[in-house]
């Protein structure tokens, strides 16, 4: 089956300073969506990457899907407090509807 | 208001109890998930649905079981076959459209065996 990996499992800034987190897959994925889980709360869906190397902001984010569609990052420019939280992407099996999650990345934010 | 309720919060139970937690939804969603998250956990699929009385075992179905009688309705049984059922559960939902639509959460529930 796919096998995802998500890096790093944990990640410490000073406020202000930037965060990547990937997700690096061994075979080809259909799509890619992030989510944000705030400690405490439930994952909530940020985005979804369907093309070959499609990039979409929001704000302060970035999120990339790779040209041969194996790999994916989020990247946070300028962390605030408010960027605290774990990150996970996820992903289906081609042809079903199953969504499977990345282990995560956890963003603490020094103020 | 349109969303996914998970009930309880938090459950308690003793060791060798099955035990069945409730997830409900009004979004009309086809598809429908339960997690299991451990502390500093990503999430593990146990079981999905794709539609009504069908569903299909994930990573870790073993010691779990599922009903969908009701497209509203994705209940989750602990059974005692669960070797270490303590942990949070988490149910999700979204529309079919093989997996190109974002998934909805419900609160959880926090489930702790003693």
């Known amino acids: 089956g796919q096998q995802v990996m998500q890096i790093p499992q944990y990640q410490h800034v000073q406020e202000g300073e930037d965060f990547t987190t990937y997700c690096n897959s061994s075979?080809?994925?259909?799509?890619i969506q992030w989510y944000k889980q705030r400690p405490g709360g439930h994952p909530v869906f940020l985005i979804q990457?369907?093309?070959?190397?499609e990039v979409k902001k929001q704000k302060r984010l970035t999120f990339q899907f790779g040209e041969a569609k194996k790999n994916s990052s989020l990247h946070i420019t300028a962390t605030q407090t408010t960027d605290v939280g774990t990150y996970f992407c996820?992903?289906?099996?081609?042809?079903?509807?199953?969504?499977?999650f990345g282990t995560g990345t956890r963003l603490t934010v020094i103020p | 208001d349109g969303g996914i309720t998970q009930s309880p919060k938090y459950l308690f139970r003793k060791e060798g109890q099955n035990v069945t937690l409730s997830c409900e939804q009004n979004?009309?969603?086809?598809?429908m998930y339960w997690y299991r998250q451990d502390p500093g956990q990503g999430l593990r699929l146990i079981y999905y649905?794709?539609?009504?009385?069908?569903?299909q075992k994930g990573d870790i179905a073993e010691g779990y079981s599922v009903s969908r009688e009701k497209k509203e309705s994705f209940p989750l049984t602990v059974t005692s076959a669960q070797k270490n059922p303590t942990a949070f559960y988490l149910c999700?939902?979204?529309?079919?459209?093989?997996?190109?639509?974002?998934?909805?959460f419900g609160q959880g529930t926090r489930l702790t065996v003693v």
């Open positions: 075979t080809t994925l259909s799509n």
């Open positions: 649905s794709q539609i009504v009385n069908d569903f």
């Open positions: 979004l009309n969603h086809d598809a």
């Open positions: 990457l369907v093309k070959s190397g």
């Open positions: 996820a992903w289906g099996s081609p042809g079903a509807n199953n969504l499977f």
């Open positions: 999700a939902s979204r529309l079919g459209a093989r997996g190109f639509t974002e998934a909805f």
